[in-house]
């Protein structure tokens, strides 16, 4: 007989469901736990991309000179049509054609200002965003919204999501680094910070001012202990750390801890290596025009340099398994030409060569269809000026502006979506950065509603309540 057996029909509800609340807390508390795990969660579907390279042009290019023409404007030449007559930051009073010539190139028949005529050579594995836009025209803003889907510093980073849901293919090298020369890109760390993610998720800061192998990550090696010794003084660490764990319980900040100085003890020895251009033989570097003076347009050399050191780094770390690198055009906003929209020439000169020669390299390597590469700023720039200046330039415009991604599934030889007739506004299929950060996940295999993360009592995502991936732009 069963211990039910002299039971009543009430009772035996009333105690045989007693523990089904228990059993719902169990199952809660074991998805927060895996939830704040320091271990990544796997993609939601099948992947089209396995790694992502973002080229940020800080400041923000203006898409009406690189590769959104708009001839209607010379025809309006310091008139202020209607479609124009927007409120920007700074004074302007009329349009201002472009100074830069621009021509069809590849197969599609892609539009490219003479600024890029490396990557016009790409032009069929381009895929344009012309209908991008955000919600603030200023850099800040639209640094944060680019880097971390929020117009607030409290958001974790693009490169911090991808490294919590997909981790680094590499378990020596961290899974996001952001790469710049001689100083902070803005926003500086907010950028790449992952906030209330795991800390070992947060990018890693490389300047390739400073391209030594062995010091290019400041402090790595232990000057004083071998590596066998370290072994044993990590082991004996990471053991306490573990009891720890066992006696407090999951505790997130523990585990991500625990994960980051393992990181660190493989990273010493896996680190260098990877930042050894040394190892790239002399038609690599010619390639990139490292070494030598780019082999487009400008005289006068570089002002900026890096990016080309920069872009072989992203390659190399690339194919090494680390998921997303971001390559900043940098220190701080160099596109940001009010004064001189002439001044985009000695910016594109700088990195023009070394982008094509990143899609060449990644195409050789077999890595292009599997790796995305994105192009772009933080916004676009004004079709108007302030005509009376003596070097009229461009002022912010958040209303549209040109992205570019290649490789990694996306269509190549594509126009999506299109500004006005002046380029003050995207008008077809408008693309909103989240919209952007939703196919970038769902080209890496991750769903943007489902890729979440528990914090102050409410589930967070990348693309907060927006987001619309973008479908037609996949092959």
């Known amino acids: 007989m069963t211990p039910f057996a002299s039971l009543d029909r009430r009772t035996l509800l009333s105690r045989g469901t007693a523990g089904i609340g228990l059993l719902g807390l169990a199952g809660l508390l074991r998805s927060e736990s895996a939830h704040a795990s320091a271990l990544p969660l796997g993609p939601h579907f099948a992947p089209r991309a396995k790694r992502v390279i ?54 599609s028949g892609l539009w490219v200002s003479e600024l890029f005529p490396h990557v016009a050579r790409h032009a069929d594995k381009l895929c344009l965003l012309h209908s991008m836009y955000t919600d603030i025209p200023e850099h800040i803003s639209g640094l944060l919204m680019m880097n971390v889907g929020a117009n607030q510093p409290t958001r974790p980073s693009v490169g911090s999501w991808i490294s919590y849901g997909l981790g680094s293919e590499n378990q020596d090298l961290p899974a996001f680094v952001v790469i710049s020369h001689r100083g902070h890109p803005r ?91 040394r190892q790239e033989s002399k038609a690599t570097l010619d390639l990139y025009g490292i070494g030598s003076e780019p082999t487009s347009g400008v005289a006068g050399g570089r002002k900026y340099g890096g990016f080309a050191e920069g872009a072989l780094v992203a390659r ?73 200046a003596k070097k009229p330039g461009r002022d912010h415009n958040h209303f549209g502006f040109t992205v570019w991604m290649a490789g990694g599934g996306v269509r190549g030889g594509f126009r999506y979506g299109a500004t006005d007739e002046f380029g003050m506004r995207a008008v077809e299929n408008r693309t909103h950065v989240r919209d952007l950060h939703a196919t970038i996940l769902h080209l890496m295999g991750l769903d943007h509603q489902r890729l979440t993360f528990r914090h102050s009592g409410r589930d967070f995502r990348l693309t907060d309540v927006g987001g619309r991936v973008i479908k037609e732009i996949i092959a």
Request: aromatic share 8%; charged share 25%.
């Open 187 to 277: 926003p500086g760390p907010t950028g790449w910070a992952s906030s209330f993610l795991p800390a070992m998720h947060a990018g890693a800061f490389i300047d390739t001012h400073q391209l030594d192998p062995a010091l290019v990550i400041p402090d790595l090696r232990n000057p004083s202990l071998s590596r066998g010794d370290q072994r044993r003084q990590l082991d004996l660490l990471q053991q306490m750390n573990r009891l720890q764990l066992a006696r407090e319980g999951a505790d997130p900040t523990l585990q991500s801890r625990i994960a980051s100085f393992e990181l660190a003890f493989r990273m010493q020895f896996a680190a260098p290596e990877a930042f050894d251009l």
């Open 54 to 107: 973002h080229l940020l042009m800080n400041g923000g290019p203006s898409h009406l000179d690189t590769f959104d023409p708009k001839p209607l404007i010379a025809k309006y030449e310091g008139q202020r049509p209607s479609t124009v007559d927007l409120r920007t930051q700074r004074k302007t009073t009329g349009l201002l054609k472009s100074p830069f010539r621009f021509s069809q190139h590849g197969d």
């Open 316 to 388: 190399r770390l690339s194919e090494r398994g680390v998921r997303f690198v971001q390559l900043a055009f940098a220190p701080d906003i160099p596109w940001d030409d009010h004064t001189d929209i002439n001044d985009h020439r000695p910016k594109a000169f700088e990195c023009d060569q070394a982008i094509a020669a990143l899609l060449t390299d990644l195409e050789t390597q077999g890595l292009l269809d599997e790796t995305l590469v994105i192009w772009g700023g933080e916004f676009g720039r004004t079709p108007t000026t302030d005509v009376t």
